[in-house]
């Protein structure tokens, strides 16, 4: 069984990152991520397979996105 670990969406990890196309599971009404102790996935801006628990912050060239929407890009 594969462990999971609950991440804070402001967490600065591949796998809380919009360009991280990896498996995860987003709970926006309690802004964490799921995702398996052992994930990987596809960082979207540099095209290479990343594990989702990488400190995105020692990545010179990252351009790590929060998962949470803009506020305020509603058009009313």
């Known amino acids: ?5 609950i991440l804070p969406t402001e967490a600065k ?3 809380t ?3 991280w196309d990896g ?3 987003i709970d926006s009404d309690m802004k964490v991520v799921v995702v398996s102790l052992d994930c990987k996935g596809e960082c ?3 095209t ?3 594990r989702g ?3 995105s912050r020692s990545e010179p060239d990252c351009m790590w996105e929060d998962l949470e929407p803009d ?3 509603g058009t009313g």
């Not at 069984?1 to 670990?5: D, G, V």
């Open 48 to 50: 290479v397979q990343k």
């Open 53 to 55: 628990l990488n400190d």
């Open 71 to 73: 506020e305020g890009t």
């Open 13 to 15: 990890v591949c796998a």
């Open 23 to 25: 498996e995860r599971h």
């Open 1 to 5: 069984m594969n462990e999971k670990l």
């Open 17 to 19: 990152c919009s360009y």
């Open 44 to 46: 979207l801006v540099q």
